[in-house]
């Protein structure tokens, strides 16, 4: 329905109790609650607007997540008129919602290419919205129906009540439709704000309260009052202050004065001695509990300390912000909803709590645990509510250099000692031969990264499916390099120690890899791509949208884009490191599978922690040490089924391998006399004494077969 016009309005104010009348003037209940109140709310009012107003709305839909493109509604929010931006808009949304019971927004249309007031209003025609100041409120008793009346110029224009958003910020417990406001809960200490203001000045709103009597003595009244009026041009000053109080005394009929009437009673403080600080304190703590802001956030930091207004920061937000905004743009969603007949989406908004230095260095601590253990910093950032600015903290590890060696001389034994040396070396050695093929993963996942961020400059298509299939190929072309390399050097290895464990290695054909282990890597490489690119396309989106809401150049996007490379570089090392480590931790599993198979070789998998790691996460400590037949598993990790010791992005545990000894305990005979010498399983003997031939022989035993050779006297 459009506006329509009206000859005559009834200009008769409603009285107001209890709730508001069927139908009234808003300026009358305006006027009713404005006196004495904005000017002394004001520091509370304008802190809470400010924060307000820096929390940007936008649409969200049916699964809470924000809308990808922003419908018309949002559009129309951040340029509502001719007069007021985005900011300003919310700002006085709020400081309206703050002064008075109900705030009145009237919706725009577009029509043509022209924007009307009210009219057919739909999600898709909104083009923005402006505030009815003072509008008649009628009701019609009869089918309940609202229209609001305005005056402009001479005019008075209707709107109903599918044209009108309604805004309150709290419930008037005695009209629960009128709407209620906190200026409304301080008004009464706000006008005592204005009396201690006015006594400072020099008067009192209703005339100065005197500190003193003249009681005079006079025969008559007529004689009195002028005794009086002459007193008084000396007394009393041009502006009627310092006012004194005169009593007639009359005369009896001998002449004498009677009893006055008024006792003399002395005042006990002359009012310009008053002091009015406890009265001035209980007025600022009633207006500030009604808002709800602290002093330090006012400014106001007296006897505070930075504990204290870190915790009147966080009252602030969570108590009287936060509160604020939900019940503004959920409001806002809901009045919308019913004048469209529904949006299908929601208003929400961003807003990032301040948290006290003790919660915040906790939050750190669980964010850091749970990254380790290799949930990405988005999952854990919504799964604990945490702030968005947390995804910042998953920065890359930086290159350690070589860490200061332990003193070895202050373990506890020799044997320690030597085993951490032996751990480090290995562990060095092994970083040097993996660093060719880290940087081939690193390079194409860099070049990828790259690619991706310049689609978005040029602001083209790229295909997520079509390119994380390509990236996987280059991957598994590196993957495959190490598998065959490091396999190979496992391999050799491990057949040199079954053979000293006894087993046979004369059937040993040679290491190579499966082409199941192929497959299994290529189906495992192809999530890891994919997931990559969505996380890469998420951080573009971010700062795109970022972009749109704060109405960025195209030269700023770009640099933005460019500068995301920078940013992205810590997912792109983490990658290639964590892949690379996966990828000879398999291998090596691969070549002592085969062996065991070719051999028929007893061969455990044993966990171990890197011992450089320096606070390893409570995952690894706790498969540290732990055995498992080669085909087990540790446990389902986000890298694969546990087959190796990777747990999580960035784990440097790696496998050791332990082989059971396969040869049978021997007798060993004197290969002149046949006398039973001794039993064994391994070894070389030299100058065994038969005590039978008393000739002596040395001894070689290997594999269940005994080797005999006589010597002569050992001296």
């Not at 808009?89 to 703050?98: A, D, G, P, Y």
């Not at 070895?408 to 092994?430: G, P, R």
Request: proline letters at 4%; charged letters at 25%; a negative charge.
């Amino acid at each position: 329905m459009g506006r329509t016009k009206l000859k005559s309005v009834e200009n008769t104010p409603q009285p107001i109790v209890g709730g508001l009348s069927t139908n009234y003037f808003t300026s009358d209940i305006m006027n009713y609650y404005r006196f004495g109140s904005y000017d002394n709310t004001f520091p509370n009012i304008s802190r809470i607007a400010e924060a307000f107003a820096e929390v940007l709305p936008y649409a969200v839909g049916s699964d809470g997540q924000k809308l990808a493109t922003q419908p018309q509604v949002i559009s129309a929010l951040y340029n509502p008129n001719k007069q007021m931006s985005g900011v300003e808009f919310f700002e006085t949304l709020i400081v309206l919602s703050l002064v008075f019971p109900k705030v009145y927004v009237l919706c725009w249309h577009n029509k043509g290419g022209k924007a009307i007031a009210g009219g057919d209003i739909t999600a898709d025609n909104i083009c923005g919205f402006t505030f009815l100041e003072s509008p008649k409120v009628e009701v019609d008793k009869r089918t309940g129906f609202k229209t609001y009346t305005t005056r402009a110029l001479g005019q008075e224009s209707v709107y109903n009540e599918n044209e009108v958003l309604e805004i309150s910020l709290n419930v008037n417990p005695y009209s629960v439709l009128d709407g209620y406001s906190p200026s409304i809960s301080a008004k009464k200490w706000a006008n005592v704000d204005d009396y201690i203001a006015d006594y400072q000045g020099g008067f009192f709103k209703n005339g100065a309260v005197p500190a003193g009597q003249f009681i005079i003595t006079a025969g008559s009244v007529e004689e009195f009052n002028d005794i009086v009026k002459e007193m008084q041009v000396h007394h009393r000053g041009a502006g009627a202050n310092n006012n004194v109080q005169y009593i007639h005394r009359p005369l009896g009929i001998s002449g004498n004065p009677v009893e006055a009437q008024i006792e003399w009673k002395p005042l006990p403080q002359p009012n310009n001695q008053l002091s009015l600080q406890e009265l001035f304190d209980q007025a600022n703590k009633k207006i500030d509990m009604a808002f709800g802001v602290p002093q330090e956030v006012k400014g106001y930091v007296s006897n505070s300390n930075y504990a204290s207004v870190e915790v009147a920061d966080y009252i602030f937000a969570r108590r009287v912000v936060y509160p604020k905004l939900v019940k503004i743009w959920s409001k806002f969603t809901h009045e919308l909803n019913r004048i469209t007949g529904g949006l299908g989406f929601a208003i929400s908004f961003d807003y990032e709590l301040p948290v006290l230095q003790e919660a915040r260095k906790a939050q750190v601590d669980n964010f850091v645990k749970l990254l380790d253990k290799g949930y990405t910093s988005e999952s854990i950032v919504k799964a604990l509510q945490l702030p968005k600015s947390f995804n910042l903290l998953a920065l890359p590890e930086e290159n350690k250099q070589e860490e200061d060696r332990q003193d070895v001389e202050a373990l506890n034994n020799k044997e320690d000692a030597d085993q951490l040396i032996t751990s480090q070396k290995s562990v060095e050695v092994s970083k040097k031969k993996l660093v060719k093929a880290n940087s081939k993963i690193e390079k194409a996942v860099e070049d990828y990264t790259e690619k991706q961020i310049k689609t978005a400059v040029d602001r083209n298509l790229f295909d997520i499916v079509k390119e994380s299939a390509i990236l996987k190929g280059l991957l598994f072309g590196a993957i495959v390099e190490i598998l065959e390399d490091n396999g190979k050097a496992q391999y050799d290895k491990g057949s040199k120690e079954i053979e000293d464990k006894g087993y046979n290695v004369d059937n040993l054909i040679g290491f190579y890899v499966p082409e199941e282990t192929k497959r299994a890597y290529d189906e495992y490489l192809e999530k890891v791509c994919l997931s990559y690119s969505e996380e890469t396309n998420r951080a573009i989106n971010q700062v795109l949208e970022r972009a749109e809401f704060e109405g960025w150049g195209k030269e700023e996007i770009r640099q933005a884009l460019n500068d995301l490379v920078d940013l992205e570089h810590w997912r792109v090392e983490r990658l290639a490191r964590t892949e690379t480590h996966r990828a000879e931790q398999m291998a090596n599993l691969t070549a002592m599978r085969e062996l065991s198979q070719q051999s028929g070789a007893v061969i455990w998998k044993v966990w171990n922690i890197n011992p450089l790691t320096p606070n390893p996460c409570e995952e690894c400590i706790a498969l540290n040490g732990q055995k498992l037949p080669l085909g087990d598993s540790f446990g389902e990790f986000p890298a694969g089924a546990g087959e190796v010791a990777d747990a999580h992005p960035n784990c440097s545990c790696y496998l050791t391998f332990e082989i059971e000894d396969n040869e049978p305990v021997v007798k060993v005979v004197c290969p002149n006399c046949k006398r039973h010498l001794f039993e064994s399983q391994r070894g070389n003997c030299k100058g065994i004494k038969c005590q039978g031939c008393k000739k002596h022989f040395d001894f070689e035993i290997k594999n269940g077969v005994v080797k005999a050779v006589e010597v002569g006297k050992v001296k």
